[in-house]
T-cell receptor
């Protein structure tokens, strides 16, 4: 069974204090690993897709990396507007209907 | 690109009534759409996968007679909560899969359902 574990559950940062979020996964053949951002009361917003170990992607202050067992989302010099819940999800090659398996999320609060 | 809308954004209904939620992909065609449910401070729970022109596939434990899904076109899927009860109150989110070889799901803004 595919599993995704995100840590920490919550993260409080000062503005400008860089940090990393972890997403550990076990999957029977990875098709893709996805990062989303979710603000309270809204649907998840797509950030990145990573397909193979060693791949990296960047968007503004965010950088996602992937190994064979985990992915990291690095937040560099965060601003208060980066406060959100960050969700990680995996899609297995053999996933029925291409469904995603989500982790529990990391709630990030950036204080000014 | 890749915009998904949901309507309504919020609905309050009486116990025993049915509620329909629409999910539309606005700028792409989605052969597959997904319906999720999310409880406060929890992650997304997949309810069902909806394919255009065919019956939806429900996850284990989800009552298909209670949560009716119709995927009538490549841009529209609907979720009807039949005979809603207070325990059905939740945040319902749809997503649409944009293909082209690598499947990424794009999510709608969600619908908050409150059953009194």
């Amino acid at each position: 069974e595919d599993q995704v574990t995100q840590s920490p559950e919550a993260l409080r940062l000062q503005e400008g204090e860089s940090s990393s979020l972890n997403c550990s996964y076990t999957v029977s053949g990875l098709r893709g690993l996805f990062w989303y951002r979710q603000d309270p009361g809204k649907g998840p917003e797509f950030l990145f897709t990573l397909y193979s170990a060693g791949e990296e992607k960047e968007k503004e202050r965010l950088k996602a990396t992937l190994t064979k067992k985990e992915s990291f989302l690095h937040i560099t010099a965060p601003k208060p507007e980066d406060s959100a819940t960050y969700l990680c999800a995996v899609q297995a090659i053999k996933a029925a209907g291409n469904k995603l398996t989500f982790g529990g999320g990391t709630r990030v609060l950036v204080k000014p | 690109g890749a915009v998904v809308s949901q309507h309504p954004s919020r609905v309050i209904c009486k116990s025993g009534t049915s509620v329909k939620i629409e999910c539309r992909s606005l700028d792409f065609q989605a052969t597959t759409m997904f319906w999720y449910r999310q409880f406060p401070k929890q992650s997304l729970m997949l309810m069902a996968t909806s394919n255009e022109g065919s019956k939806a596939t429900y996850e284990q434990g989800v009552e298909k007679d209670k949560f009716l899904i119709n995927h009538a076109s490549l841009t529209l899927s609907t979720l009807t909560v039949t005979s809603a009860h207070p325990e059905d109150s939740s945040f319902y989110i749809c997503s649409a899969e944009r293909g082209a070889g690598r499947e990424t799901q794009y999510f709608g803004p969600g619908t908050r359902l409150l059953v009194l």
